[in-house]
């Protein structure tokens, strides 16, 4: 399945080239020249805000220092943007090698914790996206229909998510399923069981008792998806083209939601294009720009996963973990 989403993303992003032009892509890409060096650094601010975010994911005095834990961030980055593995895979790397040092349990619920938080803070941005594309795209009264249910039918998933995780049953539920029992065995499913349930239990107190600090992720994680603001600010300001904030608020707004909803689709491939070439025809510009500055997130996007895959083969190759930062460090004034 995911063979054949990726050919077909690649089949449309072909078709997106040949329809824009392969001479039209490289003139404005001559014009653009270092900007789009600038573009890419400036990911870095994203991903530090992302982390920041996962930081307040973590209990008092089981924290790592910031450094250790965007090291470990970007770790995974790399793996779930490279590898088959997407997400779960990410997910697994971030927590694995480079945080032995922190109970299991600790680390499981404060990335699940940090999960809930970023797609919280991604359906606020795309829910606003999805409000401009009814609004502004010339789609018929089905389409938009459509439109609205599958932003339903994701903020249910979402909420759902959110919801057995205050109640403490997410981890229960996922462990105990009887599909799961016949994957590992009644014997490693019931060790499974017992896990779930501690991080169930660290889970529903996070809410219950640090319910500010999870907020605050969702705010951190926000401005770090925002960043995308920034980045397309530079990218037309760096072109000479005119443009106002509603502009690049309607551009920003329009690819998040796009991104938001092609997740199935591996590395986006097609729809990351594809969605930034509709939000610069909804704002007024050419489609064109849409395909460049997706090509200069392709470069951003390849550039950070090698960065990444370095900080964790090096982690592999050295066994070197980073130790739990001293909670009296911490400000007394934090959640």
Request: charged residues 15%.
């Amino acid at each position: 399945m995911n063979a054949a989403l990726l050919v077909a993303g690649a089949v449309c992003l072909a078709l997106l080239v040949e329809r824009i032009g392969a001479r039209t892509l490289w003139e404005d890409s001559l014009r653009l020249g270092w900007g789009a060096a600038i573009i890419v650094a400036v990911a870095v601010l994203e991903h530090a805000l992302h982390t920041a975010g996962w930081r307040r994911c973590f209990s008092r005095g089981n924290s790592p220092s910031w450094p250790h834990l965007f090291s470990a961030f970007l770790a995974g980055y790399a793996v779930s943007f490279a590898t088959p593995t997407t997400v779960v895979g990410g997910e697994v790397a971030r927590g694995g090698v480079l945080l032995r040092e922190i109970p299991a349990v600790e680390v499981v619920a404060s990335i699940t914790l940090d999960r809930l938080a970023f797609a919280l803070a991604d359906l606020i941005v795309g829910l606003c996206g999805v409000c401009v594309i009814i609004a502004a795209a010339p789609l018929s009264g089905g389409i938009r229909a459509g439109v609205a249910t599958a932003a339903g039918l994701v903020g249910i998933g979402i909420g759902t998510f959110f919801w057995l995780q205050r109640r403490g049953r997410l981890a229960g539920f996922l462990a105990n399923h009887a599909v799961l029992r016949r994957i590992v065995g009644a014997q490693r499913a019931t060790r499974l069981a017992d896990g779930g349930a501690a991080v169930d239990r660290r889970l529903a107190a996070f809410h219950a008792n640090e319910a500010g600090a999870f907020y605050a992720s969702v705010a951190l994680h926000a401005a770090g998806t925002a960043v995308g603001a920034l980045q397309i600010a530079i990218f037309l300001d760096w072109l000479g083209i005119a443009f106002q904030a509603r502009t690049v608020l309607e551009v920003f707004l329009v690819t998040t939601a796009v991104d938001l909803f092609s997740f199935f689709i591996p590395l986006r491939l097609g729809a990351q294009e594809g969605g930034r070439m509709l939000a610069m025809s909804l704002a007024g510009l050419d489609p064109a720009l849409g395909l460049l500055f997706a090509l200069v997130i392709r470069v951003q996007q390849i550039v950070w996963a090698a960065i990444g895959f370095i900080i964790y083969l090096a982690a592999i190759v050295t066994g070197r973990t980073y130790p739990v930062r001293d909670s009296r460090r911490r400000s007394p004034g934090m959640n």
